[in-house]
């Protein structure tokens, strides 16, 4: 058997994207019950796998081709792997350029073959020679990327909300002027807004090729809401739709697809809106932030009742000292931190981090110098954007503390006041 790992040529896109899961028609988790998932339904549904017509026009549009790895054996395309050329927003510091993978697949009768790992060397590799410190993905499965160093370092909900039980503290006075506008307005006010919303939110990425369209081209009774502060600016977007239903258990019920608020004034108004629209009884609501502001502006925050808690962006540190350079910390600290990391081992060491709220840097350890912590690549990527305790990751035997006091000081550096969030994914 000759496997060869490269980048595809041109006149190989189509064969690629027949292998990608999305185009195949095969789904990538297991079935859930409707709570898993953003709407009624029981889950996405995965059609016919991509018409030939289909796969030739998204050949066309394929972004980031020289960031393909695909694998091939004895000459046949077999398995395939993608790095995007991305930001994502670090503590402090704001956007930084990453990798994102993504479009993973092998051909189920070359699975098991060690293929996986070959391409995720190459793209690692790559990343590394770009000058890329940071690499993220979303993963289909929990148990397959902390191998090769990636960590989950961003969470998400999906909740319901009962209106009737909910009602809020006070009387909501809009703010702002908010209009129903059809796609074509909307996407042209989203590219703008969601850069305004990710400077400030850490672990918002910046908008991949082709995304705007596909949102705006989704079939269904779809509603685009755009709300535009005193200066006539759009300050927040969101997607919505009542879907009928002819059970009364579920009838009454507003699906929200994606909220994004650049100021809290568009955030309130845009919720005050959805949640106040007649014959309503349910809001759900799926990819939410952790922290959600929305459950702490009602009178009855029990009304809002989280169905699902699940892992989404996970971090790889492909260079430590740079990526632990290139974000901020919440106060003025000094670590000397042992990182294990097989699988990148330019990474191994003893690593000399100061910083605080004005800036950092990273490198090597004096010789003869003692960690004060020892962590793997994996629990460094949980840890890297301040969403993810200390604590329990230390109870767990994720992080050995050798100097006493040390855990309580990395917590106080590395932990943010808001939990870092991806609302568009990739």
Known sequence: MTVEIRPIAPDEAVEFLR?????????????????????????????????????????????????????????????????????????????????????????????????????????????????????????????????????????????????????????????????????????????????????????????????????????????YLLRYDDTSTVDGAAVYRTPWSPDPSTAGTVEADWLEAASAAAYTDLWAFMTGLDLTRRVVAGKRPVDEVLRWQLADPRALRITRHSDDLWVRLIDVPAALANRTYQVEGSLIIEVTDPFCPWNQGLWHLEGGPDGAHCQRAPRGASADLSLSATTLGSLYLGGTPLGPLAAAGLIDEHTSGTLERATAMLTQPQAPHNAIGF
């Not at 899961?21 to 339904?41: D, I, K, N, V, Y």
């Not at 590799?125 to 690499?135: I, M, N, Q, S, T």
């Not at 006010?189 to 596909?214: C, F, I, K, M, T």
């Open 19 to 223: 292998i990608v899961p999305g185009f195949a028609g095969t789904p990538s988790w297991e079935p859930e019950p409707p709570a898993w998932h953003s709407g009624l339904g029981t889950a996405p549904r995965f059609d016919e796998p991509a018409s030939s017509q289909d796969l030739t026009k998204a050949a066309t549009e394929l972004c980031d081709v020289d960031r393909t790895r695909a694998a091939f054996v004895d000459g046949r395309l077999v398995g395939t792997s993608q790095m995007l050329s991305l930001e994502v927003t670090v503590p402090g510091t704001g956007p930084v350029t990453m990798g994102g993978l993504t479009a993973v697949g092998v051909l189920p009768t070359h699975r098991r073959r060690g293929l996986l790992r070959d391409m995720m060397r190459a793209l690692i590799d790559d990343c590394h020679e770009r000058g890329e410190a940071l690499a993220t993905l979303s993963a289909a499965e929990g148990s397959i990327y902390g191998r090769y160093g990636f960590g989950p370092a961003t969470y998400q909900t999906r909740w319901e909300l009962d209106i009737a039980q909910a009602r809020r503290p006070y009387r909501h006075e809009q703010q702002g002027r908010i209009e129903l506008v059809d796609a074509r307005t909307a996407k042209a006010a989203w590219p703008h807004l969601h850069d305004q919303v990710r400077q400030n939110r850490v672990g918002e990425v910046s908008a991949h090729h082709g995304l705007w369209d596909d949102r705006a081209a989704r079939t269904g009774a779809w509603q």
